[in-house]
């Protein structure tokens, strides 16, 4: 199993990046509908206000909630819980984590997913079982996490 972050679906919207746009489309186009792949709420959440306030151009709030509505069709949407927000709080505590950064490392923790696929840990570290991988690195492989 593996959990998205935020940013690869947002890159596929950001043209400012054409390179990370290019893969997270194929990223998010391979991963379509597999039962495997799993989504926190705060993704979507963080999508709605980056894609509507920090991509150019922005998406209106129409386009911006279709996309939800189609990625929570395509992935099964995990809850925060109070749970995942008192492990991200450790998270925080112990391994000095930003909080919403620990909050994906919890979700993914929690609900026994191994692989998180984001840009924003260090490509390949590993926490408490927890593996990070960045999908817009030269050498990614999506087969090899999906294995």
Known sequence: MVLLDTNVLVYAHDRRAPAKQ??????????????????????????????????????????????????????EVLNTTAWIVQEAARGVQEYRLAYYDAQIWASARLNQIPVVLSEDFSDGASLEGVRFVNPFSANFELAQWLG
Do not use: N, Y
């Open 22 to 75: 290019l893969r997270a489309t194929q990223v998010l186009s391979q991963l379509h509908g597999d039962s495997r792949c799993k989504l926190p709420a705060q993704v979507l959440a963080e999508f709605l206000t980056v894609t509507t306030r920090g991509v150019r151009p922005p998406l209106t709030m129409a386009q911006a909630r279709s996309q939800i509505e189609s990625f929570a069709q395509s992935w």
